[in-house]
T-cell receptor
Framework: DQQVKQNSPSLSVQEGRISILNCDYT??????FLWYKKYPAEGPTFLIS?????DKNEDGRFTVFLNKSAKHLSLHIVPSQPGDSAVYFC???????????FGSGTRLLVRP | DSGVTQTPKHLITATGQRVTLRCSPR?????VYWYQQSLDQGLQFLIQ???????AKGNILERFSAQQFPDLHSELNLSSLELGDSALYFC???????????FGPGTRLTVT
């Protein structure tokens, strides 16, 4: 039972354009959401997070949007750069739980 | 560099054997988490320790065990290894009260 789903295994975007990565979840107890970036042969790197009391959080080129009614979050990268090419994982945690539940990842390719 | 270290980087062993993976958290972090990433899958939470005590358990097999020592480093012990145990094993740590987890570079285990 996948509680966190990333339905697009891959995404290809032109450099300078917007990249939008999507994530859906099923557990209404999730109250904290995170995005991680992963390069080959490295561990996941924390990018940005959002609490369920917010619907948007920005950090430089990265913005995460949360739609609680739809149980959907998205990561926007503007403008996209070739160095952003990596696998992106969304993750969620539930109230008073410490473990992260990860999606299966989306491989982003930013073309020069 | 997340500040989380893991050794060894690679491990090749035979079925039926036992191995120990080691993790040192970031300075000041009390929580250590272990995750498994099998081929083309997301990260699966195995177990969490907080200041030496087990706090949460996920999909961890009975053949696997972990502990956290007084100096806060952690070890994941995998025994009676099977081919299906081949995976990347990641350790993460978080600060007291923090929700973001910071990952180490992982240990790639190959069981032949």
């Amino acid at each position: 039972d996948q509680q966190v789903k990333q339905n697009s295994p891959s995404l290809s975007v032109q450099e300078g354009r917007i990249s939008i990565l999507n994530c859906d979840y099923t557990n209404s107890m999730f109250d904290y959401f995170l995005w991680y970036k992963k390069y080959p042969a490295e561990g996941p790197t924390f990018l940005i997070s959002i609490s369920s009391i917010k619907d948007k959080n920005e950090d430089g080129r990265f913005t995460v949007f949360l739609n609680k009614s739809a149980k959907h979050l998205s990561l926007h990268i503007v403008p996209s750069q070739p160095g952003d090419s990596a696998v992106y994982f969304c993750a969620a945690s539930a109230i008073s739980s410490y473990k992260l539940i990860f999606g299966s990842g989306t491989r982003l390719l930013v073309r020069p | 560099d997340s500040g989380v270290t893991q050794t060894p980087k690679h491990l090749i062993t035979a079925t039926g054997q036992r191995v120990t993976l080691r993790c040192s958290p970031r300075s000041g972090d009390l929580s250590v988490y272990w995750y498994q990433q099998s081929l083309d899958q997301g990260l699966q939470f195995l177990i969490q320790y907080y200041n030496g005590e087990e706090r949460a358990k996920g999909n961890i097999l009975e053949r696997f065990s972990a502990q956290q020592f007084p100096d806060l480093h952690s070890e994941l012990n995998l025994s009676s290894l099977e081919l299906g145990d081949s995976a990347l094993y990641f350790c993460a740590s978080s600060a007291p009260g923090g929700s973001e987890q910071y990952f180490g570079p992982g240990t790639r285990l190959t069981v032949t």
